[in-house]
């Protein structure tokens, strides 16, 4: 069930990002073919599917939301802008230096540094202006989901836990500190994808809450599975090379705690999400997507 659910909020948000690429203005530089092609190389559009799924747990029937730039849909391709900005980003020399990103070369090897510069910055303006075409909430709505996007992944959010991973590279630090640093670089935009989805159902503050929480402990139970996998999977698995973060002895779970240790903290972080969000309407799909999240191969 769970494939199919994430399989059907993957054709939803790349079709929704298809129409709106489709508008951007072509010319004699290259940089609406890089910012596509940084879009459609793949991936598993887990945001988006958070997006989907938060709603879903609202007791929304998706059919009822054909694909056609509904609040879900741009809120979905938001939030996949973003995240495929901060990667872009991520992969240049000057951060994690990757020449492998969802299983093709990464945007700056593709093309040149300087237009993976330039098409992170288009991804980051362009996600607030998906957001801005909501036609069918209210303006105060709007505003509170661009509020919640750009905290998510401006300076006090996704940017922030970069700047944290980059000051730890080589650091001995606390449990204390990887959880706010993963916190921070990933759980803030897998929580904000949540609240998305509840602000386009028009939820209320307990419900923003509980998203809130399922969100940041499925971020962060993410994150450790992203340890793990760094360290016991191939680069053809993973989409993305394999061992780097090891290579670069950047601060990870597995490093932390030990593969074993690593392990037992992500079975813990699952099962206190799925714990979390027992009372929703329909928890069904965020409780296997928490499953999903802990037990996938990349």
Wanted: charged share 20%.
């Amino acid at each position: 069930m769970i494939e199919q659910h994430l399989n059907a909020c993957k054709a939803r948000v790349e079709a929704c990002l298809t129409a709106q690429l489709n508008q951007l203005p072509r010319s004699e530089v290259q940089l609406a073919d890089a910012v596509a092609y940084s879009l459609k190389v793949g991936g598993k559009r887990l945001r988006p599917a958070l997006v989907y799924s938060a709603a879903a747990s609202l007791r929304a029937d998706l059919t009822l939301f054909p694909p056609n730039l509904t609040p879900l849909d741009l809120a979905a391709a938001a939030i996949e802008a973003i995240h495929t900005y901060s990667l872009v980003h991520d992969d240049l020399p000057a951060m994690d230096n990757d020449d492998l990103r969802r299983g093709q070369p990464t945007v700056h090897r593709q093309y040149d540094e300087a237009t993976a510069i330039l098409v992170g910055d288009a991804l980051q303006a362009w996600a607030f202006e998906l957001l801005t075409q909501i036609d069918t909430l209210s303006a105060d709505k709007v505003v509170a989901m661009v509020k919640e996007l750009a905290q998510a992944s401006g300076p006090k959010g996704m940017v922030l836990g970069q700047a944290l991973d980059m000051q730890a590279t080589g650091a001995s630090e606390s449990d204390d500190y990887l959880k706010q640093l993963h916190g921070l670089k990933t759980g803030a935009l897998i929580r904000s994808a949540l609240r998305l989805g509840a602000y386009c159902m028009n939820a209320g503050p307990k419900e923003r809450r509980v998203l809130s929480a399922y969100g940041d402990t499925i971020g962060l139970c993410f994150q450790v599975v992203d340890d793990i996998l760094d360290v016991t999977t191939d680069s053809v698995t993973l989409g993305k090379t394999a061992g780097k973060d090891q290579e670069a002895d950047k601060l990870t779970y597995v490093k932390l705690l030990g593969l074993e240790g690593a392990k037992a903290e992500a079975q813990r972080l699952c099962e206190q999400a799925k714990a979390s969000v027992v009372d929703l309407p329909n928890p069904q799909v965020l409780l296997e997507l928490a499953d999903y999240i802990y037990s996938r191969a990349n």
